[in-house]
């Protein structure tokens, strides 16, 4: 029992092993180990042998070097001017020269940059297989009195198929028999299940809460909802636009300079060597070591704050975006319904009504149920016992509370248990948007009861700041309906708002945005969302909501429940950014400067490596101060 205790009282220990042991066994970092066990067989070799000594520095840069030319001129031919063209022309004049010390120096460099960067990279998003694991395998057909299970994929048109509580609706399709409460909240975000009896359209990724039912397909599994979501994921990952790294945009005009500076120290003294010097002292080491130090410090200070950076370019692109895509339920606000209201009519005080309702929906296991109960005890109210309750799946329940008969749902159910309410029920109605409950007691109308998913804290003062960032067009999309999805966004100052959206539709909110021009950040917390999410230029997931698929689609996963960490995201990614350029610029102000020297001669290559080497060691230094910083130093 003593073990567990120590590791965890040692988290830190353990965490450095493990980050040490991945990036060590990690394919990444093969190359660059390699070229530090060739440095140091030929140490060895030359205290016996300086010819062979030599001769292995050579092979070893060969060897070496082989990949890293190969990988950038394989990039030249596919049309991608990266900030490793220099080291290449570095690494192939040390072997013409054959000075293997100043090639190998660079190689190490070139592959320790390279190592970094594949480490802030992360790994690979598995969204698309989390999403299609969890998709049913199997069906259940009825054929006549039997029923017999079938693979999803097998499903046609017109089967009849059983669709047992806890289930997933494996196609889309029409209830031929049966009632039942279905949670779509992968489909639509909302937290609220839907009724649906016979006739009713009930999609696939719907899970059944409650009763069996019979389903007509009206559709294979292919080509069913859930089945588009799966396919809307892999599309948006796969046509999301490759990200020019910050290192390559100032390649483009450094690497044109070197070469001519170059020419010029051939031109002026015909010394070749003077060439291998300049593009020594000119590798563009600020350029492939800043970025990635950068960014991971970025990440791992984002992580102090819970928010989880997957990839390296999230971070370089989180700082730069100009609109923001808002899911509603569950991301802007607290995701589930709350009692807001009470409107007792004549005769009922607030607490009896409360107390009453929350009696009898004690015996129901509906979320408005529950939400009622919850909020009885909330307020220090006693919750009286129910008898004979009777309930009418997703219309109302009835129930026997201290001698007193109670109704509670739809105005229509509660109007049919008990006639004489009817008309009071009726002066109590007004037409909107928004969950209610209508109550009665003893055949007179007792009241109201009003629901609302409400907005979290501080969201106008997130969206102001968000302002400040340059983020000044915020949209807000929902599967809830039109009215509240318009209230929520002029509420909270939001420029847009759209309702009634499946997934297909926000993806081309998302598309129309980039479209313009925009670089855009999605944020949401539902499987619904997942889609928009990949095909935004940065995806943000809320993971104590949704978790599972909607985080492996998001770039950003913030693993506390608030939204308002986005704007921290941004902060600490503009912060990383504004510190890699400061140490690109003043690396390449350096390397400029030795550039000269070299050009004049007074700078030997393998010299010209080592300085290179204290560049790089200044240019890290200040790239580390990403990574610093209190969380009240957060822009």
């Not at 636009?241 to 945009?249: C, E, H, V």
């Not at 129309?512 to 969302?529: F, I, P, Q, R, S």
């Not at 290179?612 to 990574?627: F, H, K, S, T, W």
Request: proline letters at 5%; a negative charge.
């Amino acid at each position: 029992m003593t073990a567990p205790t120590q590791e965890r009282d040692r988290p830190s220990a353990s965490g450095r092993g493990a980050v040490f042991f991945a990036i060590v066994a990690s394919p990444a970092a093969r190359l660059p180990l390699a070229v530090l066990a060739s440095l140091v067989v030929g140490a060895m070799v030359r205290i016996f042998d300086a010819t062979l000594s030599d001769r292995v520095w050579l092979l070893a840069l060969v060897l070496t070097g082989a990949p890293v030319t190969w990988k950038t001129l394989r990039g030249l031919f596919g049309g991608h001017f990266a900030a490793d063209v220099v080291a290449m022309l570095a690494i192939v004049t040390a072997v013409v020269l054959r000075q293997p010390i100043a090639g190998l120096v660079i190689v190490l460099m070139q592959t320790g940059g390279e190592l970094l960067d594949a480490y802030a990279e992360g790994r690979a998003s598995d969204a698309v297989r989390e999403l299609e694991r969890a998709a049913p395998r199997v069906a259940h057909r009825v054929r006549g009195e039997t029923t017999e299970d079938i693979e999803a994929d097998a499903i046609v048109p017109g089967d009849v198929l059983l669709v047992r509580p806890g289930e997933m609706v494996a196609c889309d399709g029409i209830i031929a028999d049966g009632a039942s409460h279905i949670d779509v909240a992968r489909l639509t975000g909302e937290p609220s299940p839907e009724f649906v009896t016979a006739g009713s359209v009930v999609r696939s990724g719907s899970v059944n809460q409650e009763s069996a039912f019979r389903l007509r397909a009206t559709a294979p599994a292919r080509d069913s909802l859930y089945a588009r979501i799966v396919e809307l994921v892999r599309s948006a990952q796969a046509e999301k636009s490759p990200i020019q790294r910050l290192a390559d945009r100032y390649a483009i005009w450094f690497t044109p300079v070197t070469i001519v500076a170059c020419a010029l120290a051939w031109f002026l003294s015909g010394d070749a060597l003077r060439v291998l010097a300049v593009l020594v002292v000119a590798t563009p080491c600020p350029l492939i070591l800043a970025t990635p130090v950068a960014i991971i410090s970025g990440i791992n200070r984002a992580a102090r704050h819970q928010i989880i950076v997957r990839t390296g370019s999230a971070l370089e692109q989180i700082g730069s975006v100009d609109a923001a895509v808002f899911d509603k339920t569950g991301t802007l606000t607290i995701g589930y319904p709350e009692l807001s209201e009470l409107r007792p009519a004549d005769g009922f005080d607030e607490a009896t009504l409360l107390s009453l309702t929350a009696g009898v929906e004690h015996a129901s296991g509906h979320l408005l149920a529950r939400t009622t109960v919850l909020a009885a005890q909330a307020r220090g109210l006693r919750v009286p016992e129910a008898r004979d309750s009777i309930e009418t799946p997703g219309r109302g329940i009835s129930g026997t509370v201290e001698g007193r008969r109670v109704s509670v749902g739809s105005l229509r159910y509660v109007a049919a248990t008990q006639p004489n309410a009817a008309s009071g029920l009726a002066a109590l109605h007004e037409e909107g948007a928004g969950l209610r409950a209508y109550v009665a007691v003893d055949g007179a109308a007792a009241g109201e009861l009003r629901y609302a998913d409400h907005a979290r804290e501080g969201l106008p003062a997130f969206f102001a700041r968000l302002k400040t960032f340059g983020v000044n067009r915020t949209v807000l999309l929902s599967g809830d309906h039109e009215k509240n999805v318009a209230e929520i966004a002029r509420a909270l100052g939001i420029s847009e708002a759209r309702g009634d959206m499946l997934p297909d539709q926000k993806v081309a909110v998302v598309k129309e945005l980039l479209a313009a021009g925009h670089k855009v950040l999605m944020t949401g917390d539902g499987t619904n969302d997942a889609p928009a999410l990949s095909a935004a230029t940065v995806g943000i997931a809320l993971a104590a909501h949704g978790g599972g698929i909607t985080a492996e689609a998001a770039d950003i996963v913030l693993l506390a429940d608030d939204v308002t960490r986005v704007a921290d995201a941004i902060a600490i990614g503009r912060r990383a950014t504004q510190i890699a350029r400061q140490s690109i610029f003043a690396g390449l102000l350096l390397s400029g400067a030795a550039m000269v020297v070299a050009a004049l001669g007074y700078i030997p290559p393998t010299i010209g490596a080592l300085l290179q080497e204290a560049i790089d060691i200044a240019v890290i230094l200040n790239a580390l101060r990403a990574g610093t910083g209190p969380a009240s130093d957060i822009p």
